[in-house]
């Protein structure tokens, strides 16, 4: 019976800015890492590297950290795209930079990097065994009830050669809902618990990345090809984390195509 497979995030520098390579999708064709909080300019309580631009800090803070990133992940800013994430699910094809609106993006253009920001809910990274075509999906529980997942995956003709990770969000122990959230989920085995109750309302916790998880299941991809971050964001000491403080930055997971070096393993 096989499992999901656990990444360990180990924290490495490129171009001076602290990053957590997705390292198993370099034999996927796809270059990816997270950002984490140190290596910005932002200030309290956004310290330091928010890319945020919603989330009310400096607008001019948040464009050095996202030149930042751009450099760590070698290209130019104008060629790291993000999108205005809305909480859906809707899907943006990505051929040049432009502005999207929506929770998921995907591209096959050599010379793009993708940007999804998170900060509870789970960034997801889609990588095809036998196409140069990857995905970035933001999936919160309202992406999750609507089918963003299913939605960003239906533009792959075979889930069966999918490879998905799973980033760090926030755990059922740290995510405490009420009916009218729990109720989307009741019917995964594992994914709502019932919790202690402050007053006459119910109660759950809710397990985000096990929803995810289960969708994967059902649409089709191995379980044996779904990769779990082995970090949450609960308190959030090293990603960012809405739940643990608000107001709060948005740290990103960030996604281009290998280049020979790196598909290598060989430093840049």
């Given at each position: 019976?096989?499992?999901?497979?656990?990444?360990?995030?180990?924290?490495?520098?490129?171009?001076?800015?602290?990053?957590?390579?997705?390292?198993?999708?370099?034999?996927?064709?796809?270059?990816?890492?997270?950002?984490?909080?140190?290596?910005?300019?932002?200030?309290?309580?956004?310290?330091?590297?928010?890319?945020?631009?919603?989330?009310?800090?400096?607008?001019?803070?948040?464009?050095?950290?996202?030149?930042?990133?751009?450099?760590?992940?070698?290209?130019?800013?104008?060629?790291?795209?993000?999108?205005?994430?809305?909480?859906?699910?809707?899907?943006?094809?990505?051929?040049?930079?432009?502005?999207?609106?929506?929770?998921?993006?995907?591209?096959?253009?050599?010379?793009l990097a993708l940007a999804v920001l998170a900060a509870d809910c789970i960034p997801l990274l889609v990588a095809d065994s036998f196409s140069n075509q990857f995905a970035l999906i933001h999936a919160g529980w309202r992406g999750l009830a609507a089918g963003v997942i299913a939605r960003t995956l239906s533009h792959f003709p075979d889930p069966t050669t999918l490879h998905v990770f799973l980033g760090p969000s926030i755990s059922a122990a740290?995510?405490?809902?009420?009916?009218?959230?729990?109720?989307?989920?009741?019917?995964?085995?594992?994914?709502?618990?019932?919790?202690?109750?402050?007053?006459?309302?119910?109660?759950?916790?809710?397990?985000?990345?096990?929803?995810?998880?289960?969708?994967?299941?059902?649409?089709?991809?191995?379980?044996?090809?779904?990769?779990?971050?082995?970090?949450?964001?609960?308190?959030?000491?090293?990603?960012?984390?809405?739940?643990?403080?608000?107001?709060?930055?948005?740290?990103?997971?960030?996604?281009?195509?290998?280049?020979?070096?790196?598909?290598?393993?060989?430093?840049?």
């Open positions: 019976m096989f499992d999901v497979l656990r990444v360990s995030l180990v924290q490495q520098f490129r171009h001076g800015l602290p990053v957590y390579p997705i390292e198993p999708f370099l034999a996927f064709g796809v270059d990816a890492f997270l950002t984490g909080r140190p290596g910005g300019v932002s200030l309290a309580p956004y310290a330091e590297l928010n890319l945020g631009l919603h989330v009310g800090d400096e607008a001019a803070r948040v464009e050095e950290n996202r030149r930042r990133v751009a450099l760590a992940a070698d290209v130019a800013i104008t060629e790291l795209v993000f999108t205005q994430q809305v909480h859906g699910a809707d899907v943006n094809l990505v051929t040049s930079p432009s502005t999207f609106i929506g929770d998921a993006l995907i591209t096959r253009t050599d010379d740290a995510y405490q809902v009420g009916a009218e959230v729990a109720t989307h989920f009741a019917s995964i085995p594992g994914a709502v618990v019932d919790d202690v109750s402050p007053d006459d309302q119910p109660r759950f916790r809710l397990d985000v990345a096990g929803v995810a998880r289960d969708q994967l299941r059902h649409i089709g991809v191995p379980v044996a090809q779904t990769y779990l971050s082995d970090t949450t964001t609960d308190g959030g000491a090293t990603f960012f984390s809405d739940r643990a403080q608000r107001p709060t930055g948005r740290f990103a997971l960030v996604a281009r195509r290998a280049s020979y070096d790196y598909a290598m393993g060989v430093e840049q």
